[in-house]
């Protein structure tokens, strides 16, 4: 029986979406779904010791939750690259915390002296102070760094003290012939794309500065001399560092993982860093504790998994075989497919391969790609992803759903993807929107982007849907599509562009067969709208 969405979009429109606490908050993790909308999914499509899947796992929020103690399900991810299974792994694992804690003070303790890198003569007392960060300008990723301002600690005030700096300063920095000395990174060439700001001969040591560059090679050498059943923690702690480690701005626009300025650049104290992630790992592994099924463990045997337990497959969804996941054995899929050019995840993976060796994979990325190397071309993109849902398909059985993160307002892309599910044996159900906070490019073109999310509702049917037949005429649709709108913003107030694609519109377009039509005449509906409708720049509001 089909289940009435109604209830479950309206919880879902009533949560302040997040991935805030303290499990989420020990790892950095490029659009990273909201937990919180994960378990009303959860929740509301599956029933406790089923199978729940994400093909494209990324930073597991799905696996994760199904395993909660609240919930109770068994998962499965997939994941190409092994980085995210590495966090998960950790995270999952169950740790004595007495000697976590134990093991973590020995290696901050051990760690604490390269701090001595960081010194500088304080401009009130004359003394040694310490650092924090330094701010500098360099004509591009070859240059040496102009030091423009140098903030830092000192015992003879409580507040971070400024100052211009001096040629020991710049020494400290760039100058040191003990810098050369790198002996426990990889020191090789990133894959150019512009796009991502990677230029052609550019090294993963060109996104650091040498000081930074070269305590990053001690602290792996301090962790290369703990039993080797210890170092997986203390791995992770350098990993949700190194991004907080490189060259950032000062807005600490982190999330770019291989982006670095020209003016304006940051280099932080790393050692202060690593202590704040060394505590948020403790905070995550007590929340695991408390809040993850205690019998969780990782088992490559799907057909006696028991609550709790979980599975992850390293490979490409496209290459799934049977052995991996049997036919019809799945009862939920929960996922955020990889859209076009958005997140070049494999390509942002460089960030981590040097110095902690965990591979990526650029050639099984479902993905579009403007690196010249990879020939990652949107028809490229949109046959791997066929690929790929056609074997999520027959793994699922028949009437359970599917939940998929997904949002763009080009409707020639959105003809393309219900194409493909429905060839998959998935129905479009419904959507509904999920809010979060303003993005850049919502701030900057709030009539045209789509900020915050969707998730859109399918169910597997045992048979292909046969294609709707269109009768009315392009200008028949568009008015009809009008009429709606104005139905929706008459109903609930003045609307943003996502929220007429979320609440209504879009579903009213495909249950009427009417997306093709739509697509080869207009990129997005926000043309139409223009057309009928009034756009309040003041409230980024559509109005009547």
Same mark, same amino acid.
């Given at each position: ?15 302040v ?5 303290d499990?989420?908050?020990?790892? !950095?993790?490029?659009s ?21 899947f ?20 068994k ?9 995210p $299974?590495?966090?998960?792994? @950790? !995270? ?10 134990? !093991? $973590?003070c020995?290696?901050v303790?051990k760690?604490?002296y ?13 003394? =040694?102070?310490i650092? *924090?960060?330094?701010?500098f ?8 760094p ?8 000192c015992?003879c005030?409580?507040k ?5 700096s $001096?040629?020991? &300063?710049?020494s400290?920095m ?13 020191n090789?060439?990133? /894959? ?31 962790i290369?001399s ?16 190194? +991004?907080?480690?490189k060259?950032?701005?000062? +807005? ?20 202060p @860093?690593?202590n704040?992630?060394?505590?948020a ?10 809040n ?17 337990e ?31 050019g ?14 902690l ?19 990652k ?7 791997? /992803? ?7 398909g027959k ?6 759903? #599917? ?13 393309k ?14 959507q ?6 303003? *993005? ?21 049917e045992p048979?292909?849907k046969?294609? @709707?037949?269109?009768?009315?005429s392009?200008?028949?649709?568009e ?5 709606h ?11 943003? *562009?996502?929220?007429?694609? &979320? ?6 377009? $495909? +249950?009427n ?8 005449k207009?990129k997005? /509906?926000?043309?139409i709208?223009? =057309? ?5 720049? *003041?409230?980024?509001?559509? #109005?009547?």
């Open positions: 029986m089909l289940k009435d969405l109604s209830e479950v979009k309206a919880k879902i429109k009533t949560t979406a997040t991935n805030n606490n499990l989420y908050k020990s790892h !950095l993790y490029w990273q779904k909201p937990y919180n909308i994960c378990d009303i999914l959860i929740e509301n499509f599956s029933e406790k010791g089923d199978i729940i994400d093909p494209f796992m990324g930073s597991g929020v799905t696996l994760i939750q199904a395993i909660s103690k609240e919930y109770s399900r998962a499965v991810g997939v994941e190409i690259n092994e980085v $299974i590495f966090i998960i792994d @950790v !995270l999952l694992k169950k740790y004595n915390l007495r000697n976590t804690k134990a !093991l $973590i020995k290696f303790d760690i604490a390269l701090e001595d890198y960081y010194k500088t003569v304080c401009n009130s007392c004359g003394e =040694k102070g650092i *924090t960060k330094s701010i300008d360099r004509e591009d990723f070859a240059s040496d102009v030091i423009k301002e140098i903030h830092y600690n015992n005030s409580k971070i003290l400024r100052k211009d $001096i040629e020991e &300063d710049y400290m760039n100058g040191l012939e003990e810098y050369n000395q790198i002996n426990n990174i990889s090789f060439e990133l /894959l150019s794309n512009t796009r991502i700001a990677v230029y052609k001969g550019q090294k993963i040591s060109d996104i650091f500065t040498r000081r930074n560059f070269f305590i990053i090679d001690k602290v792996i050498e301090i290369n703990f039993e080797e059943e210890e170092q997986e923690l203390l791995n992770y702690i350098l990993l949700s560092s190194l +991004h907080l480690s060259i950032t701005d000062t +807005h600490s626009n982190s999330q770019w993982p291989l982006w670095t300025p020209k003016i304006n650049c940051v280099e932080k104290n790393i050692i @860093v690593i704040k992630r060394a505590k790992l403790l905070l995550s592994l007590k929340y695991a504790q408390q993850l099924c205690s019998n969780r463990y990782r088992t490559d045997d799907l057909i006696n998994m028991n609550p709790g979980f599975k992850i497959i390293n490979k490409g969804i496209q290459f799934l075989s049977e052995s991996d996941i049997p036919d019809n054995s799945i009862d939920l899929v929960i996922t955020d497919p990889p859209y076009m958005q997140v070049l995840y494999s390509e942002y993976m460089q960030l981590y391969k040097p110095f060796k965990l591979d990526f994979n650029l050639d099984d990325e479902i993905v579009i790609s403007t690196a010249p190397d990879r020939k071309e949107e028809k490229e993109y949109y046959k791997l /992803l066929d690929e790929a849902f056609t074997k999520i793994k699922v059985k028949n009437n359970k759903y #599917m939940c998929m993160y997904f949002h763009d307002s080009n409707l020639n892309v959105w003809k993807i219900i194409d493909i599910l429905e060839k998959a044996g998935f129905r479009y159900l419904s509904v929107h999920v809010k979060k906070k303003n *993005t850049l490019k919502n701030i900057i073109s709030p009539k045209k982007s789509l900020n915050g999310d969707a998730v859109l509702f399918f169910i597997k048979y292909v046969t294609e @709707v037949r269109e009768v009315e392009l200008e028949e649709i008015l009809n599509v009008i009429k709108a104005k139905y929706i913003i008459k109903t609930y107030g003045p609307q943003s *562009t996502p929220e007429l694609y &979320d609440d209504g519109l879009m579903e009213f377009i $495909i +249950h067969g009417w997306l093709s039509k739509l697509s080869i207009y997005s /509906l926000v043309e709208f223009e =057309k009928y409708l009034i756009w309040d720049a *003041t409230k980024g509001k559509w #109005m009547i």
